[in-house]
């Protein structure tokens, strides 16, 4: 009588200590899998390839068509303002491409191919490494640089230098100048 009894409780006992640790496998597995994943890139690299492209280039002529009309018609007032805006467009690409300045504009154009590289690479958010002002050891960064810049119609020499700013670290915001180049 005393084997029949001790019989289900080991049962029981050794059922439950299984069912436990396949329980806690299981979690563990799951919240690994569950990890958030975010992509991270280089803006620099990312502002460099836009620079270097042909969208980049095509945005340029109606602001060189509208300078050139101001010239022929010998518009001081309106070729200073496009001037101006030409220097500050100057200051900020430098600011985007050698330092961590936002590229938030450049981003924009490429907005729709953003959740094909997120799906791609696996990640939840895509974000500047430079405004990834924390992570969460249990979140994991993606790298997705090389994935945005190639959304971009570049030359070879754009995606060399993308590359290569990349292999140095950002000037800080303060130090860049309007004559860098």
């Not at 975010?38 to 945005?59: H, K, L, M, P």
């Not at 050139?68 to 600011?95: F, N, P, S, T």
């Amino acid at each position: 009588m005393r084997n029949t009894v001790e019989f289900p409780k080991r049962f029981i006992v050794s059922s439950t200590v299984a069912l436990c640790l396949l329980t806690g496998a299981t979690a563990r597995a799951q919240s690994q899998t569950n990890r958030l994943r975010i992509g991270v890139y280089d803006s620099r690299a990312v502002a460099v390839a836009y620079a270097n492209s042909t969208e980049f280039r095509e945005s340029l002529k109606a602001v060189q068509a509208d300078y050139q009309k101001a010239k022929a018609v010998k518009d001081e007032k309106r070729m200073k303002e496009i001037e101006a805006r030409m220097k500050l467009g100057q200051r900020r690409m430098h600011e985007e491409g050698f330092s961590t300045g936002s590229v938030a504009g450049i981003m924009a154009k490429i907005k729709e191919a953003l959740p094909g590289v997120a799906k791609k690479a696996g990640v939840q958010a895509v974000v500047s490494k430079w405004e990834l002002n924390y992570q969460s050891p249990e979140a994991e960064a993606v790298e997705v640089t090389d994935e945005l810049v190639a959304l971009f119609h570049t030359s070879d020499q754009g995606r060399e230098w993308a590359k290569g700013i990349r292999a140095k670290p950002p000037l800080p915001i303060e130090e860049i100048t309007d004559d860098m180049d």
